[in-house]
């Protein structure tokens, strides 16, 4: 083999390498910043849910997420509620490269203390 054909070889698989890690790094970065606006989406929700005389938000929270992370391709929403707080339970997937969809796995739970009236 010539030196030639090893240079472009060694140039390929570098290209390639280096193409690769920088859509890894790129997926997991938009995970995690869409992870984070799922959470605020939840803490925001639940907020709301545990004033005095409100009812759920579980729809307010589906359109939150539906909204503002727009790539969502599954979500499902539960309420957790007990008589001192009142919080949501958010759990689905986001779309990612093939070897990195197990990464994406949303599970987020969220819980705000209930206002009280005196």
Known sequence: MNERGSAVIS?????????TITLTSL???????N???IRDAAIDASQQA??????????????LIRKRVP?????QVTEIASVQSTGYRVEGSIPG???LSELTRVDIR?????????
């Open 35 to 37: 992870v984070l606006v």
């Open 11 to 19: 140039a390929l698989s570098g290209i390639t390498l280096l193409t």
């Open 27 to 33: 997926s997991l970065g938009l995970a995690a910043v």
């Open 50 to 63: 545990a004033l005095a005389k409100s009812s759920s938000k579980s729809d307010y929270l589906l359109k």
């Open 97 to 99: 490269l093939g070897l």
């Open 110 to 118: 969220v819980s705000a203390a209930n206002e009280t009236i005196l």
């Open 71 to 75: 790539s969502m391709v599954a979500v």
